[in-house]
């Protein structure tokens, strides 16, 4: 399998070189701070214990505490944690957060385990790393095939483990346990609005926007329930399992309730798939990507789009909702090609974005209410966007992803050298 890590670092070191920022920055953001990587046993329902292999990484720290989700997937690997938390911290760079990059994951498939299963699971590995994250130092939040309840179950586990309460020690819990109104909406939102203002830049009506999405999760739903509510026609949704398509448009609400029609009792995780529907025709996960659309939303995991598929890509448009969804060679033909894409590092950031005022809630001990979480993410990502596409009408040659990441380094830059370089060193002792 191509190493996920080293595709992120290339991109970086090609952006940062574009964007004019010091060698010496890129060199010491090609590489984590610190990885942890431990197996975490876990007793079964049949007696048995089971091992499983388990990380953190804390990629940077420069801005502030190492900041991302927590992935349960049986792809984990310490390659694929360690390229999503450097995506991490150009994301909170972007967005202007006081976070540095961190992910975790672990390598399982949790939709074989029972919920109690799931449960020690969720608990072995916060005990695994009690010692390394915390409120002022790293803070773990969902990401693929975990949820609300999975971090409550975490956060009691570190508050047992601590003798103390710690609700900003994780982020994305059920809002009677600590959580923010909005957050589980908040990746899905985050990237509807950051369409929209692309929208509203090209000057189209949703109704002449057709749309594919990739992945009916949290952010993928999110995003389509968004987009079909405001009027875009949604002609194909996939999961893991298929891909459905309805040139006349899908209706959101009805596949929604179809799938968690099917959600098993003893699980969290539904046993269908949109493609069981017997309403819209069936198609592949590949004819789903090639679809003939204005917009095309990625919203499940990296390399769904490679210089491998490349060539099938008709959309003009990408919302970059998944992590990493595009390589970067396919992100370079994509480019010479026209194609527009709003990036990972900014349309995804919702999510980080609440899960900070989530933090910043629980730091307080005053929770907001709903239209004000919503209305301080919508001016969050107004500027970012603002401040990306100004960057890329200035510059020649510029996608939105090299603006984005001109604006973070250039950021975690600044900081950098207040914080002490080397330079600054050998000026004091001259
Ligand atoms: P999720 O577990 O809620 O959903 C994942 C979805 O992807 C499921 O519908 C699954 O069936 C589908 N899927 C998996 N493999 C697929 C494939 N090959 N083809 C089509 N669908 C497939 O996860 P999520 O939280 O929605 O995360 C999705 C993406 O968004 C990930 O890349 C994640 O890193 C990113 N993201 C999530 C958040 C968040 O707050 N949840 C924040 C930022 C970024």
Redesign the pocket.
């Known amino acids: 399998m191509p190493s996920v890590f080293s595709d992120a670092r290339q991109r970086l070191q090609k952006l940062g070189k574009s964007s004019a920022i010091s060698p010496q920055l890129i060199d010491s953001l090609s590489r984590p701070k610190a990885t942890l990587c431990v197996s975490i046993p876990v007793l079964m329902d049949d007696g048995s214990a089971q091992y499983f292999e388990a990380y953190r990484c804390q990629y940077s720290s420069h801005l502030g505490p190492c900041k991302g989700?927590i992935?349960f997937h049986p792809n984990v690997s310490q390659d694929e944690v360690q390229a999503?938390a450097l995506w991490m911290t150009i994301k909170c760079a972007v967005a202007d957060l006081p976070y540095g990059g961190g992910k975790g994951g672990v390598c399982v498939n949790p939709k074989k385990l029972s919920r109690m299963e799931l449960e020690r699971l969720s608990r072995s590995y916060m005990r695994a790393m009690a010692d390394f994250v915390g409120p002022d130092k790293d803070i773990p939040?969902?990401?693929?095939?975990?949820?609300a309840r999975i971090m409550a179950w975490m956060r009691d586990e570190f508050e047992v483990i601590n003798r103390q309460k710690q609700p900003a020690v994780i982020t994305?819990k059920p809002v009677d346990m600590g959580g923010s109104l909005g957050r589980e909406e908040?990746?899905g939102r985050g990237a509807f609005l950051v369409t929209e203002f692309l929208r509203s830049k090209e000057g189209k009506a949703p109704e002449d926007i057709r749309v594919a999405i990739?992945?009916?999760?949290?952010?993928?739903?999110n995003m389509a329930k968004l987009l079909f509510d405001n009027g875009y026609k949604i002609v194909g949704i996939?999961?893991?399992?298929g891909?459905i398509f309805d040139e006349a448009g899908l209706n959101v609400d009805d596949v929604k309730l179809f799938k968690e029609s099917q959600r098993s009792f003893n699980s969290d995780y539904c046993a269908s798939?949109v493609c069981e529907s017997e309403t819209y025709k069936s198609i592949s996960?590949e004819e789903?990507l090639a679809l003939d659309v204005e917009l095309l939303v990625p919203?499940?995991?990296?390399n769904?789009i490679t210089k491998d598929n490349v060539k099938d890509i008709k959309a003009k448009w990408i919302t970059e909702?998944?992590?990493?969804?595009i390589s970067a060679e396919a992100d370079e033909i994509l480019f010479k090609k026209g194609t527009v894409i709003i990036p990972?590092v900014l349309a995804?950031?919702?999510?980080?974005i609440v899960?900070y005022f989530e933090w910043v809630q629980n730091k307080a001990g005053y929770p907001w209410k709903l239209d004000d979480v919503r209305q301080r993410l919508q001016d969050k990502l107004k500027t970012s966007f603002d401040e990306m596409w100004q960057y890329q009408h200035q510059s020649e040659n510029t996608s939105l992803r090299s603006a984005a990441y001109a604006k973070a380094l250039k950021k975690l830059e600044k900081v950098i050298s207040l914080q002490g370089t080397k330079e600054y060193f050998s000026n004091v002792e001259n």
């Open positions: 989700g992935r999503l939040a969902p990401d693929v095939y975990t949820n994305g908040a990746t990739q992945g009916f999760g949290n952010a993928g739903y996939s999961d893991s399992k891909a798939s996960h789903l919203a499940a995991l990296e769904a909702v998944a992590n990493g969804p990972d995804n950031s919702g999510g980080v899960s």
